[in-house]
């Protein structure tokens, strides 16, 4: 019988890099973590057309590359009336490709039994962090409401990943689909940084256009972290790299975005960048393994 609860088995000194930002967005039925109308606009929005591998194709994609990746979807139910994809199907399959996978859940906030999915995913489940989505989830992430999920994530010890920046979801369709980008700004994380000094934060993607607000953030509060998802690194902005390379090389991650930003592609075009070869190390996967206390 496959495994249902997740262990880590990574070789950590065979792997090249561990991806913080990976997409689950099919499961083994087909089913979509999003509304086709929202899936079509992300593939306008990044020219990516290609096929949405499920758990089994990715662990193979990253297995190919000696990398590792942490996969995740978005429960989003509340706000977009779409069924998710089960965070704890994500984890009995990365279960099974644990020398390549890390199972992060996601728990819709406005969910009234967010508290106690939290604390399953994690006792029963082994997942590894939580993925959140302002803008697509449809909550203020500073509002004190939220606070009972935050803290039964920082309870269990495992990190909290929130999507920042713009988004590709809903760009172009009438209203942006009624999507709020400003629930994505990361200095809404800044008060949640501050009560919960216990809680890793990923502020996720560069944070176009709050570039600056996710760097003082980062920079004040040493419980943050950056990843690099989302954007080819030829189009990072200056004072990313300027921090990557120097003040806020301990807490830079490696993301891609996959399947619509593939690491193939983050790794050519970072070569075309000013980020310093001797950082690519702990920016590709030794920042990670301290972050998920992967080498205890």
Same mark, same amino acid.
């Given at each position: 019988?496959?495994?249902?609860?997740?262990e880590?088995?990574?070789?950590?000194?065979?792997?090249?890099?561990?991806? @913080?930002?990976?997409?689950?967005?099919?499961?083994?039925?087909?089913?979509?973590?999003?509304?086709?109308?929202l899936v079509?606009?992300? !593939?306008?929005?990044?020219?990516?057309?290609?096929?949405?591998p499920?758990?089994d194709?990715?662990?193979?994609?990253?297995?190919?590359?000696? @990398?590792?990746?942490?996969? &995740? *979807?978005v429960?989003?139910?509340?706000?977009?009336?779409?069924?998710?994809?089960?965070? /704890?199907?994500?984890?009995?399959?990365?279960?099974?490709?644990?020398?390549?996978?890390?199972? &992060?859940?996601? +728990?819709?906030?406005?969910?009234?039994?967010?508290?106690?999915?939290?604390?399953?995913?994690?006792?029963?489940?082994?997942?590894?962090?939580?993925?959140?989505?302002?803008?697509?989830?449809g909550?203020?992430? !500073?509002?004190?409401?939220?606070?009972?999920?935050?803290?039964?994530?920082?309870?269990?010890?495992?990190?909290?990943? &929130?999507h *920042?920046?713009? *988004?590709g979801?809903?760009?172009?369709?009438?209203?942006?689909?009624?999507?709020?980008?400003?629930?994505?700004?990361? @200095?809404?994380?800044?008060?949640?940084? /501050?009560? &919960?000094?216990?809680?890793?934060?990923? @502020?996720?993607?560069?944070?176009?256009?709050?570039?600056?607000? /996710?760097?003082? +953030? /980062?920079?004040?509060?040493?419980?943050?972290?950056?990843?690099?998802?989302?954007? !080819?690194?030829?189009?990072?902005?200056?004072?990313?790299?300027?921090?990557?390379? !120097?003040?806020?090389?301990?807490?830079?991650?490696?993301?891609?975005?996959?399947?619509?930003?593939?690491?193939?592609?983050?790794?050519?075009?970072?070569?075309?960048?000013?980020?310093?070869?001797?950082?690519?190390?702990?920016?590709?996967?030794?920042?990670?393994?301290?972050?998920?206390?992967?080498? *205890?």
């Amino acid at each position: 019988m496959a495994p249902t609860r997740y262990e880590p088995a990574l070789d950590l000194d065979s792997l090249t890099a561990i991806d @913080m930002h990976v997409h689950v967005e099919i499961d083994d039925h087909g089913h979509a973590s999003l509304p086709r109308d929202l899936v079509e606009a992300a !593939s306008r929005y990044f020219k990516a057309d290609g096929p949405r591998p499920e758990l089994d194709a990715i662990a193979k994609h990253y297995r190919e590359r000696r @990398m590792a990746a942490v996969v &995740f *979807t978005v429960d989003a139910e509340a706000h977009l009336g779409h069924p998710p994809l089960e965070s /704890a199907q994500i984890a009995a399959g990365a279960a099974v490709h644990a020398d390549v996978l890390i199972p &992060f859940g996601s +728990v819709d906030p406005h969910r009234d039994d967010a508290v106690e999915r939290v604390q399953r995913l994690v006792e029963v489940h082994g997942v590894r962090g939580f993925k959140l989505h302002p803008t697509v989830q449809g909550f203020d992430p !500073s509002d004190e409401r939220w606070y009972p999920l935050y803290q039964a994530i920082a309870d269990a010890g495992v990190p909290a990943l &929130f999507h *920042t920046g713009q *988004t590709g979801i809903g760009a172009g369709l009438p209203g942006g689909r009624g999507l709020r980008l400003a629930l994505s700004n990361p @200095m809404l994380l800044d008060g949640v940084a /501050a009560d &919960f000094p216990s809680l890793q934060i990923v @502020m996720a993607h560069p944070s176009v256009p709050w570039q600056d607000e /996710a760097l003082a +953030v /980062a920079t004040h509060k040493h419980n943050t972290w950056i990843d690099l998802s989302g954007w !080819s690194p030829r189009y990072f902005p200056e004072s990313l790299v300027r921090a990557a390379n !120097s003040y806020l090389k301990d807490r830079v991650l490696f993301g891609t975005d996959f399947p619509l930003l593939t690491p193939d592609r983050w790794l050519d075009d970072v070569r075309q960048t000013a980020l310093r070869p001797e950082r690519l190390g702990g920016i590709l996967k030794d920042n990670a393994v301290r972050l998920l206390g992967l080498g *205890t």
